[in-house]
């Protein structure tokens, strides 16, 4: 059999510990029999990070910005602890997804994967909610003090023209706590518009919430940056079919407990913290969570939204085999391919992409999965729990069924 060929290279960010072994096997089992691959590679596993004081992230995030394809194997964020684990780390190493996302810009979209063994939580939803996070400002760049004493707390803008806007936050009669937040309206532009650029990618609804009511400057301005926005997508939004709507936190979260899913819900970056693990605890499963950050102007980096299951890996270093779940890296590949394809097109690509998701998928609806999804499933469904190697094997002859 002739193999699919590539144009352009796929960014190939490699990672740390079981995943990295799951990386390498997903190769191996079910890309390289079929693709002749084209990948660029940065090595992101943290002794290499160290060794090149990080700049490897830092250039694997620029590769990523040129081609406009990466795909990122999970990687360790070093602690105390690992600073034990390790002791060559020059220091503790900043996230790479932190450093990467940095560099992108754009929005972290996380999407569950469903089979049919395992019912969501919430008994109405059928497909996917995809929640879109804002990854900046708000509580997470935020200030605060505590003040002992009666007085009065006043917030400052000071202007470069040496204009002053100040508002007296509270007076207080004893002991109290404050809090100082931002966001930079170009950050919530750029959200807005990879939101919409993703709604149009997927074919799916946007849902936008804050709490304008409440908020009438800070989440008002949110409100306005996406209906401004979205005057530039409306007719695009029009021709496929797809709607936008904005609404009150709280009524959105009524409406998704109602709702049979299927669409994207766009949330500011505390909403999207609380709610992404809400949504994905109710449909079943980190493994099962896809994660693709995308920028405004059409760029993704794939990758699962799991760790990199530290306990597995001290168990293969043992010796013993696994049943890590490898689904969430394997739609990692599946999509960056997929949309190599499209971009480039070459709908050879791009299929295989397709088949590839849809061939693990099958697997699965067949009854045949990892430890972690067969312990989950419903009675009365067949399930054959198997460990990774022959859950890959499985794949990989579906895939070839499909592709023949
Ligand atoms: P984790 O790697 O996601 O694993 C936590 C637990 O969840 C595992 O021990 C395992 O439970 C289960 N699990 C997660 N993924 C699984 C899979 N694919 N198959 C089967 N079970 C799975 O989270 P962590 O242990 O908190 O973090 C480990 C390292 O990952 C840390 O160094 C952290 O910095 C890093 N991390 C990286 C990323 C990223 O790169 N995107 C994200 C999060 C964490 P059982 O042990 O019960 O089987
Ligand atoms: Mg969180």
């Not at 002749?36 to 060794?51: F, I, P, Q, V």
């Not at 002791?87 to 450093?99: F, R």
């Not at 959200?191 to 009511?213: G, H, M, N, P, V």
């Not at 693990?277 to 980190?286: E, K, N, P, W």
Request: hydrophobic fraction near 40%; glycine fraction near 6%.
């Amino acid at each position: 059999m002739e193999k699919i060929q590539m144009t352009t290279p796929l960014v190939e960010m490699d990672g740390d510990e079981m995943t990295r072994v799951l990386w390498q096997q997903i190769k191996d089992t079910l890309i390289l029999p079929f693709v002749d691959l084209k990948t660029e590679y940065y090595d992101l596993g943290l002794l290499n990070r160290n060794a090149t004081d990080d700049a490897v992230t830092v250039d694997s995030a620029k590769a990523a910005l040129k081609y406009g394809v990466a795909v990122k194997c999970a990687t360790i964020t070093p602690n105390a602890q690992r600073m034990v684990e390790y002791p060559e780390l020059k220091k503790q190493w900043p996230s790479p997804n932190g450093t990467i996302r940095s560099i992108m810009g754009g929005t972290v979209f996380r999407t569950p994967i469903l089979i049919d063994a395992v019912k969501p939580a919430v008994r109405s939803w059928k497909k996917p909610i995809t929640i879109a996070r804002h990854a900046y400002g708000d509580v997470y760049k935020a200030v605060e003090l505590r003040a002992e004493e009666p007085g009065e707390c006043f917030l400052t803008f000071r202007g470069e023209s040496g204009a002053e806007q100040t508002v007296s936050v509270q007076k207080t009669a004893g002991p109290a706590i404050f809090q100082g937040m931002h966001n930079k309206c170009d950050s919530i532009r750029q959200f807005a518009r990879s939101c919409f650029q993703y709604a149009i990618d997927q074919k799916e609804d946007l849902w936008f919430s804050a709490k304008d009511t409440i908020s009438k400057t800070y989440d008002a301005e949110f409100k306005r940056i996406f209906e401004e926005e979205f005057e530039n997508y409306k007719a695009e939004f029009a021709r496929l079919g797809i709607t936008y709507f904005y609404t009150l936190i709280d009524d959105a979260v009524a409406r998704t407990i109602r709702s049979e899913g299927g669409y994207i819900w766009a949330c500011k970056n505390y909403d999207g913290d609380v709610m992404s693990d809400m949504v994905s605890t109710a449909f079943g499963s980190l493994a099962m969570m896809t994660s693709v950050l995308v920028t405004p102007d059409g760029k993704y980096e794939y990758e699962a939204a799991h760790g990199t299951v530290t306990r597995h890996y001290y168990k293969y270093l043992k010796g013993e085999k696994c049943g890590t779940n490898p689904v969430a890296t394997i739609f990692a590949w599946a999509g960056a391919l997929q949309k190599r394809g499209e971009l480039d097109g070459l709908a050879p690509l791009e299929r295989f992409g397709r088949q590839l998701g849809e061939a693990t998928l099958a697997v699965m609806q067949k009854g045949v999965m990892t430890p972690d999804i067969a312990r989950m499933a419903e009675p009365g469904f067949t399930v054959r729990a198997v460990l990774t190697d022959e859950f890959l094997a499985e794949i990989k002859a579906e895939l070839a069924a499909r592709i023949a």
